[in-house]
Nanobody, 123 residues
Framework: VQLQASGGGLVQPGGSLRLSCVASGEYAAIGWFRQAPGKEREAVSALRVQDRGTFYTRSVKGRFTISRDRTKNTAYLQMNNLEPEDTAVYYC????????????????????WGQGTLVTVSS
């Protein structure tokens, strides 16, 4: 599976961005992760293809929405009400394993990663 993430940029606090990840090939789940400067990579959200289950880390629940358009081989991360703490490089990743929810929010569950896209939230 080849992955290509895009859509990052500079946005003011309270603003919105939509990230896209073109993911060719088959996979069981797709996830979004982020890494802020000086911090470890953390999970943001995941979508399990089999049951369309969606999962979010606590800090983004209610603000971010993950979705997938199968016809376009693209997954999205709609990010609303962005905060400075959301500033990071965002990565998409896929796995062929039908992990349980907790595993889908763990980076080691994914074996295929795309390049990151930078999101900067600042006034």
């Amino acid at each position: 599976v080849q992955l290509q993430a895009s859509g990052g940029g500079l946005v003011q606090p309270g603003g919105s961005l939509r990230l896209s990840c073109v993911a060719s090939g088959e996979y069981a789940a797709i996830g979004w992760f982020r890494q802020a400067p000086g911090k470890e990579r953390e999970a943001v959200s995941a979508l399990r293809v089999q049951d369309r289950g969606t999962f979010y880390t606590r800090s983004v629940k209610g603000r971010f929405t993950i979705s997938r358009d199968r016809t376009k081989n693209t997954a999205y991360l709609q990010m609303n009400n962005l905060e400075p703490e959301d500033t990071a490089v965002y990565y998409c990743a896929t796995t062929r394993t039908n992990w349980i929810a907790s595993a889908l929010l763990t980076s080691t569950s994914y074996d295929n990663w795309g390049q990151g896209t930078l999101v900067t939230v600042s006034s």
